[in-house]
């Protein structure tokens, strides 16, 4: 079964840039059919989307994060990162990597969002 | 962007009972419609896609339905495990949002 681990660097000064890994694991991240997704928590417990990725390319960010992010998928390591620049103390947060399914259903697209993984605290703090 | 709300915010149940959690949408969002759970210190779970597809592996006490605006999760016949934070998510367009969470306690 798919797993998803994400690894990076814990703490982040402000106005850096925040770079994150999720490595893919029992699955190949070149499938079609899948997005690649990261989504944020922050502290007061709302989730937050931050974009995801398809392997032809297609991307697609929140706008709330005013240009900031940017996610690539690694298909030789078989895995996907986020950079998101100039953070401040708001991005703080617990990011996690999603991989999103894709499928037809009564003649629509659906989205599900499956596995997650475990999750990694990010603190921006000078 | 699409403002999902929830209500209650918090409820407690008993072992053994049924619960219903609801999820508003501003919008019209047809069946474009996620649930997840969530346990403390735990990555959200996929429950329920397409408002009332359950995710492979799901156990069929959870359940939902609903299209358009409003939407609902039931869960029967709780357990321990049950336990947890449930969010709602729309994916009808973007950026996809979840709604601010419904904590169940144990009565």
């Known amino acids: 079964q798919v797993q998803l681990q994400e690894s990076g660097p814990g703490l982040v000064k402000p106005s850096q840039t925040l770079s994150l890994i999720c490595t893919v694991s029992?699955?190949?991240?070149?499938?079609?059919?899948?997005?690649w997704s990261w989504i944020r928590q922050h502290p007061g417990g709302g989730l937050e989307w931050i974009g995801y990725k398809y392997n032809s390319g297609a991307t697609y960010y929140n706008p709330s994060l005013k240009s900031r992010a940017t996610i690539s998928l690694d298909t030789s390591k078989n895995q996907f990162s986020l950079n998101l620049s100039s953070v401040t103390v708001a991005d703080t947060a617990v990011y996690y990597c999603?991989?999103?399914?894709?499928?037809?259903?009564?003649?629509?697209?659906?989205?599900?969002?499956?596995?997650w993984g475990q999750g990694t605290p990010v603190t921006v703090s000078s | 962007d699409i403002q999902m709300t929830q209500s209650p915010s918090s409820l407690s149940a008993s072992v053994g009972g049924r619960v219903t959690i609801t999820c508003r949408a501003s919008q019209d969002i047809s069946s474009f419609l996620a649930w997840f759970q969530q346990k403390p210190g735990k990555a959200p779970k996929s429950l329920i896609y397409a408002a009332s597809s359950l995710q492979s592996g799901v156990p069929s006490k959870f359940s939902g339905s609903g299209s358009g605006t409003d939407f609902t999760l039931t869960i029967s016949s709780l357990q321990p495990e049950d336990f947890a934070t449930y969010y709602c998510q729309q994916y009808k367009s973007y950026p996809f949002t979840f709604g601010q969470g419904t904590r169940l306690e144990i009565k």
């Open positions: 999603a991989r999103v399914g894709t499928g037809r259903l009564e003649a629509t697209i659906h989205h599900w969002f499956d596995p």
């Open positions: 029992g699955g190949s991240i070149s499938s079609g059919g899948y997005y």
